[in-house]
């Protein structure tokens, strides 16, 4: 092969003795040699890697993990619906509730001793319900109730129980 070389007459074509040539050749075949090798070693260490990755611990298989991962999340999903389905049930439930309270106590006639009176105001979440107002005598106890619809009463209301309204309809927990 080197006469082969030779009669191209190499030398004159480029410039680079032969023996160079073909030991500049040598060494890149080496250092291609060299590449190679190091490639197999990282490629099988990889292999090696991703078998046990796939098999998981236990020799359980990804494909096994990933299938029962995604019962786990139809389940899920099947118990969010459901969740909010009792949600809803429940939220209907509270339209019909009594939620906000105002209640004042109150000195009805001067010559009764402490605050015997009150008036309830009970509200629901669309702020419709009533009022209550129970007004203690010497001659026994008068109790009234009046119709709270949107907020609004639908007969004229005294202090206390204006109060007792405006009380219920600025309840911070509702």
């Known amino acids: 092969m080197i ?17 160079a040539f073909v030991l500049g050749l040598a060494v890149i ?3 291609l040699l060299i590449i190679v090798l190091v490639n197999a ?3 099988t260490k990889m292999r090696k890697s991703y078998k046990l990755f796939m098999e998981g611990k ?3 298989s990804l494909e096994n993990i990933l299938q ?34 105002g209640l004042v106590k109150y000195n009805a006639f001067e010559e009764m ?3 015997l009176s009150f008036s ?5 979440r669309k702020n419709d319900g009533f009022i209550l107002n129970a007004m203690h005598s010497r001659e026994g106890c008068f ?8 907020g609004n009463p639908i007969i004229m209301l005294a202090d206390e129980e204006r109060e007792a309204l405006d009380m219920a309809l600025k309840d911070e927990n509702n």
């Open 29 to 31: 075949v080496v250092i």
């Open 41 to 43: 070693v990282k490629t």
């Open 143 to 150: 109790t009234y109730i009046k119709e709270v619809i949107d």
């Open 120 to 124: 309830l105001a009970l509200l629901n």
């Open 58 to 60: 236990n020799g359980q």
């Open 113 to 115: 001793g402490g605050k």
């Open 68 to 101: 029962s991962r995604l019962k786990q999340v139809e389940h899920l999903m099947d118990a969010e619906e459901e969740n909010k389905e009792q949600i809803q049930i429940i939220m209907d439930h509270l339209d019909h509730t009594y939620q906000k309270i």
């Open 3 to 19: 006469d082969f070389l030779y009669s191209l007459d190499l030398e004159e074509m480029t410039g680079i003795p032969a023996d």
